[in-house]
């Protein structure tokens, strides 16, 4: 990959950066789905907008090609040894550097783990505003309003940034991933002899995660259960159909409180994010909690027993029917047909 070296008190001011998460060896897809909204933003404030990459080795990166297409303007890349694995203090203090010699009027993460432990650590550190797992973003008289779910996730709150540069953490899942041809102007950023690249944290052992990772964020289909199932036997027939439809299980908040399934199930604003093709839900209201989290949807089927709910209303196709027996005849259609 051919790159321009650029000297940390050099790099250009006043533009937009978002967080491209680099760890063991990929770009995680979510800093790509940020730059969807970030890109129409910048476009309108007349500003580039930059993917802000920290790694020990840029040939490692498996999906760089993935990289090369983004829509980002530029690519910055940080790179030393000591980047190699996630140290938070060392990751936050470098971006902490970023911005005090770039000055940009934003800079933006995924709400993902890693995201959500640098966003705090830097805002802190530079005593700015943070708001968390934004699902909205707009811009209204040359100000960005963030739009995330407050009070209980009962209401929608719009918030505007008093501190510049403008942070916040995006929620995974909530944008579609964009690609372009022509590759973004690619820059290697040189921190001076002087920085101390030691951190307090030392990675011993790296233990791969034993827990079978859901696909939801992914999924072409989704079923999704809610409380109109009544019980946790009849939310588990929910894996069954998952598998005749080659699909993913998904819940709502007061499902995976029960206990009925994991709370990696669950979807919404405390969840996970979802755009599937097709969504099914069985007994599940509507709450907004839950609708924030599925609302783009190509396609929704609900089933329940009121006509009156939030996701009866939303639907594209709604059953008024009794949740668990509908999903029982449909099982057994399916595995007629099989």
Known sequence: MIFEEIKLENLDKGNILAFGECYQKKIHPSSFEILTP???????????LILVCLT????????LEDLKKCIADEIWFILNPELKNFKDDLWAQVL?????????YGFFFPATIIGMSLAPRVAGTLGLGLCAHVNSLELKNNQI???????????IARLISKSIPIM?????GTFPINYKDQQPLIKKIIFPQNFCWKSKLKVRKILPFKKKVTKLSTAKI???????????????????????????VGATRPVCYEGWTEEDRMIGISGITVRPKVYLGFGISGALQHMVGMENSEFIIAVNTDKEAPLVKMANVAFITDAPTFLDLL??????LK
């Open 331 to 336: 099982i057994e259609k399916l595995k007629a």
């Open 56 to 63: 020990n080795l840029l040939e490692e990166i498996e999906n």
């Open 96 to 104: 902490v550097e970023i911005i005090k010699n770039s000055e940009p």
């Open 168 to 172: 916040a953490t995006i929620s995974v």
């Open 38 to 48: 970030l890109k129409e933003i910048s476009q309108s404030l007349n500003k580039k």
């Open 222 to 248: 989704i079923v999704a259960g809610g409380r109109g199932l009544k019980n946790k036997e009849n939310f588990q027939k929910l894996f069954e159909l998952a598998k005749l439809l080659n699909a993913e």
């Open 145 to 155: 309003i963030m739009a995330r779910p407050t009070y209980g996730e009962n209401i």
